[in-house]
């Protein structure tokens, strides 16, 4: 069965600095990986996701994320944090053949940014 | 392009009363999920649908939770009785079926519900 770590609950960054999300997921083949996106009282927006190919995949809003077969690693980034990027990130692992497109997700990290 | 619809937003109700939550997913969508994110965890699967068929309901409690989708298009989740454990945001999501080979699913922004 999938499984999703994300280490980190909250974490603080400045206005302007860089942003590592980090993402651990347990599946025996490839699989589907996705980041989302909660601001308060908000549902889920999609962020990015992979499915093969290109390791390093680009989002919206400037995020990007690298996945690391070696490292069963799937960690977002952001070179420059603003404000408006405070929220939860759910990193999630899906493998849609052979679990039907459920996604199972990570306990979320809380992002701070401080001015 | 309308996005997932969920109603209420809010809900505060006493233990051991009912309630249910509405879902209409994005238009053409055949597969549907609900979702429970209780406060501080990331969202675990409840139930999923495929047009109005259940592909998985393992983890929905079914002592008092009861889903339907009867028309394969929007779809009610209920609770009764209701516990104080309950208390979470209960989110609906879509996607456009099992064949999808993109795996992307759409939310909308939940139903929170609180049980005093």
């Known amino acids: 069965a999938q499984s999703v770590t994300q280490p980190d609950i909250h974490i603080t960054v400045s206005e302007g600095a860089s942003l590592e999300l980090r993402c651990n997921y347990s599946?025996?083949?490839?699989?589907?990986l996705f980041w989302y996106v909660q601001s308060p009282g908000q549902g889920l927006q999609l962020l990015l996701k992979?499915?093969?190919?290109?390791?390093l995949v680009q989002g919206i809003k400037g995020f990007e994320a690298e996945f690391k077969r070696s490292q069963s690693s799937f960690n977002l980034r952001k070179p420059s944090v603003h404000w408006s990027d405070a929220a939860e990130y759910f990193c999630?692992?899906?493998?849609?053949?052979?679990?039907?497109?459920?996604?199972?997700f990570g306990a979320g990290t809380i992002l701070r940014v401080k001015s | 392009e309308a996005g997932v619809a969920q109603s209420p937003r809010y809900k505060i109700i006493e233990k051991r009363q009912s309630v249910a939550f509405w879902c209409n997913p994005i238009?053409?969508?055949?597969?549907l999920y609900w979702y429970q994110q209780i406060l501080g965890q990331g969202p675990k699967l409840l139930i999923q649908?495929?047009?109005?068929?259940?592909?998985?309901d393992s983890q929905l409690p079914k002592d008092r939770f009861s889903a339907e989708r009867l028309k394969g298009v929007d779809s009610t989740l209920k609770i009764q009785p209701a516990k104080l454990e309950d208390s979470a945001v209960y989110l609906c999501?879509?996607?456009?079926?099992?064949?999808?080979?993109?795996?992307?699913?759409?939310f909308g922004e939940g139903s929170r519900l609180t049980v005093l």
């Open positions: 999501a879509s996607s456009l079926g099992l064949a999808d080979l993109t795996g992307e699913l759409f």
């Open positions: 599946y025996g083949a490839t699989p589907y």
């Open positions: 992979y499915f093969s190919g290109d390791t």
């Open positions: 999630a692992v899906g493998a849609p053949r052979e679990y039907g497109n459920k996604l199972v």
């Open positions: 238009s053409g969508h055949a597969t």
């Open positions: 649908f495929q047009n109005n068929g259940v592909v998985d």
